[in-house]
């Protein structure tokens, strides 16, 4: 397995989840239960669509030309870059719900990590480190690599959700990371575009 591709994943994927709806919702779901019940749901969740977004991006590197494919990658980075420098120019200042802990958790621990699996799980579809995760699957053809760096990334911006959550959402500007996040996508798509090109 390559650690470059490993660590270049996790943080792009750990970049691009941090301003997520995802954190957000796991950061709601641990104050009304045990975080590492909720934690515990939503990597279950995260690790399942880990597994669809690289089994996608490995099977269009087979199906694909090459040049084709690093067009259709550098085509994706940027459209990912575009809607990470959009959200950062709509973001407002949104204080998530509930930011003290309940003081009963809701439900039983089997019924808190179903909750958290069911929302993260629904709320993935289509999202922007769902379509990253494919796009890096495709691009290094290492789905060991890209699965193991990508669930790394998704389970530390949960952890930092369901721990602290709360106190990361006043102390980090989202739009200084979202603005990161389309940097680092659009260079990744200039990059890949040249490849494609050579």
Same mark, same amino acid.
């Given at each position: 397995?390559?650690?470059?591709?490993?660590?270049?994943?996790?943080?792009?994927?750990?970049?691009?989840?941090? !301003?997520?709806?995802?954190m957000?919702?796991?950061?709601?779901?641990?104050?009304?239960?045990r !975080?590492?019940?909720? $934690?515990?749901?939503?990597?279950?969740?995260? /690790?399942? =669509?880990?597994?669809?977004?690289?089994?996608?991006?490995?099977?269009?590197?087979? *199906?694909?030309? =090459?040049?084709?494919?690093?067009?259709?990658?550098?085509?994706?980075?940027?459209?990912?870059?575009?809607?990470?420098? =959009?959200?950062?120019?709509?973001?407002?200042?949104?204080? !998530?719900?509930?930011? @003290?802990?309940?003081?009963? +958790?809701?439900?039983? !621990?089997?019924?808190? *990590? /179903?909750?958290?699996? #069911?929302?993260?799980?629904?709320?993935?579809?289509?999202?922007?480190? @769902?379509?990253?995760t494919?796009?890096?699957?495709?691009?290094? =053809?290492? +789905?060991?690599?890209?699965?193991?760096?990508?669930?790394?990334?998704?389970?530390?911006v949960? /952890?930092?959700?369901?721990?602290?959550?709360?106190?990361?959402?006043? $102390?980090?500007?989202?739009k200084?990371?979202?603005?990161? #996040?389309?940097?680092?996508?659009?260079?990744?798509?200039v990059? #890949?575009? $040249?490849?494609?090109?050579?």
């Amino acid at each position: 397995m390559d650690a470059i591709i490993v660590i270049t994943t996790f943080a792009v994927i750990f970049l691009g989840e941090l !301003p997520d709806k995802t954190m957000f919702a796991s950061l709601v779901l641990s104050t009304r239960g045990r !975080p590492a019940l909720v $934690w515990l749901g939503a990597a279950a969740a995260f /690790a399942i =669509h880990v597994v669809i977004a690289v089994s996608v991006g490995i099977t269009l590197f087979r *199906v694909l030309p =090459h040049r084709i494919l690093d067009a259709a990658v550098c085509l994706m980075f940027a459209a990912g870059a575009a809607l990470a420098a =959009h959200e950062a120019l709509a973001e407002r200042r949104v204080k !998530p719900a509930g930011s @003290q802990r309940a003081a009963n +958790p809701v439900g039983t !621990p089997a019924r808190i *990590v /179903a909750t958290a699996f #069911t929302v993260v799980f629904l709320a993935e579809w289509g999202d922007l480190t @769902q379509i990253l995760t494919a796009n890096l699957a495709a691009r290094y =053809h290492a +789905p060991l690599a890209v699965s193991a760096g990508a669930v790394l990334g998704l389970w530390a911006v949960c /952890a930092l959700a369901v721990v602290g959550g709360s106190s990361l959402v006043r $102390w980090v500007d989202v739009k200084i990371v979202r603005i990161v #996040t389309a940097v680092v996508l659009g260079v990744l798509a200039v990059v #890949t575009g $040249w490849l494609a090109m050579a």
